[in-house]
Every structure is written in structure tokens, then in C-alpha cells.
């Protein structure tokens, strides 16, 4: 079946930039997304990316597509201690009106 | 962005009892609502997908007469719990896409999530 795949730690220093990468298997994709999820607390979108797009900057947020590679990455930049948090990456399966299929999470430690 | 609010955020009950969790949207109409069952150190997992006015489509595995899910009205959805027991005890997190935005909208939005836990 469709399987996101993600690392599931990440820890880095306040000001450093942090790199999350994931991998989708679902090459029909038409949007791919970043959920961040802080504790106790539902999901957030942060950004998502459409499809035909290399890349989207939302300003600390920088979202990097190979679709070549089914490889999705969210940069952020000057990392803050309420940055720290579980991103999880998502993939639409099904076409629009499909599900998402969310990768495990990583969980992004930020020390200052 | 569009608001949903899932209610309670906590709740504690005895082995056999039912617990009802309430999914709303705001400011939005939800044609569509996503319940989805969390683990510790785990993805979300998909339950059920409901439309309005329509039975919701269980996940494979997910037993439907024990996980009960209701969506009568457009801005809101129920997920029932039956006699449930200690192994129910997890994070449950409806979804609900606003697909009258965009036809090809995909973007959804979540509630808070209900952290249920069974005595």
C-alpha cells in the first residue's frame, strides 16, 4: 500500500536550521504536506506544495519537492525553542477526494 | 484558516461504558469528516471517512459497531465509543475538508484531538 516515510528524531541547536525529509510513494500526489503537532494538541498545517512545484518559501519555511525521487523536505530556518514539536509529512492518496496518508512523525528537539 | 472544534479534549471512563467525542466545524460547511486514532510514537491512523447524511466507510480492521460514527448535519460529527475497553484508550483526532472552497481542495483541517483513557 501508499507509505510515508520520515526519520523520527531530530535535534538541533536555536538559531541552527533544521532539514526534515521524508519520502512518498504515491507518484499521483497532487499535494504534499507538513503538519506540525505540539504536544497534547492536534494538527497544524504549516504548508503544503503542490505537485508541479520544486519548491515554496513561506518565509522561516522552505519546502523542497523531487519528484523524481518522491522526496519532500521542510527547511526551517533559525530555529526556535517553539519550533520544537512532531512534523509530520502527508501525501493526498486517492486523488482529491482521497485520504491522507501521514508519515510517523519526527520529533524536532530544539536545544538552546 | 478554517476552525474545528473537538469536544471534550479529555476524558476518563470505566471498562463498558460509552463515550461520545463531538467534532464541529466553525465557519465552515464539512462535507466531508476524517476520525483518526493516534498511538504513542505513532502515525495517525485512519478510522472512517463520513459524508453527510451517508453511513461513514470504515478503515479495514476498524469494527464499525463499536466505533460508531455519526454525521447528521454539515458541521458535525460523533464518534461513539461502545463498551469500551482499557485497549481503546488512546488519541483520537477527527479532520473535516471544506470541499466547496475548491473542487480540487484538498487542504484539512483538524480538531484538537480527545486524549481518552479507559479505567
Known amino acids: 500500500g501508499e507509505d510515508v516515510e520520515q526519520s523520527l528524531f531530530l535535534s538541533v541547536r536555536e538559531g541552527d536550521s533544521s532539514v526534515i525529509n521524508c519520502t512518498y510513494t504515491d507518484s499521483s500526489s497532487t499535494y504534499l504536506y507538513w503538519y506540525k503537532q505540539e504536544p497534547g494538541a492536534g494538527l497544524q498545517l504549516l504548508t503544503y506544495?503542490?505537485?508541479?512545484?520544486d519548491m515554496k518559501q513561506d518565509q522561516r519555511l522552505t519546502v523542497l519537492l523531487n519528484k523524481k525521487d518522491k522526496h519532500l523536505s521542510l527547511r526551517i530556518a533559525d530555529t526556535q525553542t517553539g519550533d520544537s514539536a512532531i512534523y509530520f509529512c502527508a501525501e493526498i492518496y486517492g486523488g482529491s477526494q482521497g485520504n491522507l496518508i501521514f508519515g510517523k512523525g519526527t520529533k524536532l528537539s530544539v536545544k538552546p | 484558516g478554517a476552525v474545528v472544534s473537538q469536544h471534550p479534549s479529555r476524558v476518563i471512563c470505566k471498562s463498558g461504558t460509552s463515550v461520545k467525542i463531538e467534532c464541529r466545524s466553525l465557519?465552515?460547511?464539512?462535507?466531508?469528516m476524517f476520525w483518526y486514532r493516534q498511538f504513542p510514537k505513532q502515525s495517525l491512523m485512519l478510522m472512517a471517512t463520513s459524508n453527510e447524511g451517508s453511513k461513514a466507510t470504515y478503515e479495514q480492521g476498524v469494527e464499525k459497531d463499536k466505533f460508531l460514527i455519526n454525521h447528521a448535519s454539515l458541521t458535525l460529527s460523533t464518534l461513539t465509543v461502545t463498551s469500551a475497553h482499557p485497549e481503546d484508550s488512546s488519541f483520537y483526532i477527527c479532520?473535516?475538508?471544506?470541499?466547496?472552497?475548491?473542487?480540487?481542495?484538498?487542504?484539512?483541517?483538524f480538531g484538537q484531538g480527545t486524549r481518552l483513557t479507559v479505567v
Open positions: 479532520s473535516a475538508r471544506d470541499l466547496s472552497r475548491s473542487p480540487l481542495n484538498t487542504e484539512a483541517f
Open positions: 465557519d465552515f460547511q464539512a462535507t466531508t
Open positions: 506544495i503542490f505537485s508541479n512545484m
